[in-house]
């Protein structure tokens, strides 16, 4: 890869899970190690990129020459997309964020009785849709996490979501998603296209992807 084919360019991606509190002990999550996003990361400061990575609870070390905001939970993950979204240029999407959040966060530890709890669960905004709302200028890349119907729930999104690019994988493919060093993903573009790539490590996924963002944005 060309070291410079992303340089001038402000790259915010988002990875890892969101931690949803349930009171100062416990939460809901998912099983987003960060590794698809923290590679996305590194292969776009690697090609020239400024990049900021705005990332959930990840067990990683932070990649070097990277601007990196740690959040928790989803509602801070919002709170630093929506403020950097003015000034990127591109925008990916990795992060698993938790749809729903509890609705009430006790203060204290929820002690266990008798029979069994009901949680009440909230929506939580859905970052990505918000984006697409606000979009100026910016490419936006959304990752679409599925167990069936991977090419037609992917199509939904970019329209949803108003999107430039979708790439979708099957989470439950061996090989794919969440937690290993590899990813098998389809990437569906705004013009109908489909690419299906094959099983690679992480950080190769993340060069093919930036390889497609710059052939359809159009740079050098
Ligand atoms: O972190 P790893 O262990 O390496 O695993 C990688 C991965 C499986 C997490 C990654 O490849 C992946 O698929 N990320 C997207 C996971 C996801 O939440 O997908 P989704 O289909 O639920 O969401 C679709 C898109 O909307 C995503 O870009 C997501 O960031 C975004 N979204 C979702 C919900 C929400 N409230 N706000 C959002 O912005």
Redesign the pocket.
């Known amino acids: 890869h060309p070291k410079t084919d992303f340089s001038g360019k402000n790259i915010l991606v ?3 899970p969101t931690r949803e509190a349930l009171d100062p002990i416990r939460f809901l999550s998912n ?7 923290y590679a996305l990361a590194a292969a776009a400061q690697s090609r020239g990129a400024d990049v900021h990575l705005v990332t959930g609870p990840t067990c990683l070390a932070d990649p070097a020459g990277v601007k990196i905001t740690k959040v928790v939970s ?1 509602l801070e993950m919002h709170d630093a997309v929506l403020k950097a979204y003015p000034q990127v240029d591109i925008v990916i ?7 729903y959040r509890p609705k009430e966060q006790a203060a204290q530890k929820i002690k266990k009785k008798a029979g069994e709890l009901t949680l009440v669960l909230e929506r ?6 918000e984006l697409g709302q606000a979009k100026k200028n910016q490419f936006l890349v ?5 167990t069936d119907n991977l090419i037609g729930y992917a199509q939904e ?1 970019m329209r949803e ?1 108003n999107l430039d690019l979708v790439v979708a ?1 099957n ?1 439950a493919e061996e090989g794919a ?3 290993g060093t590899t ?1 098998i993903v389809t990437m569906i573009t705004r013009a109908g296209q489909i690419i299906k790539l094959p099983q690679m490590t ?1 950080l190769e996924t993340a060069h093919a992807i930036l390889d497609q963002i710059r052939m359809l944005a159009n740079y050098r």
């Open positions: 988002t990875a890892g099983h987003s190690t960060g590794k698809m996003g989803a999407k990795t992060a698993a964020v938790a749809d939580n905004p859905d970052i990505l849709w959304g990752f679409a996490a599925e999104k979501k994988n989470v998603g969440f937690g990813n992480k």
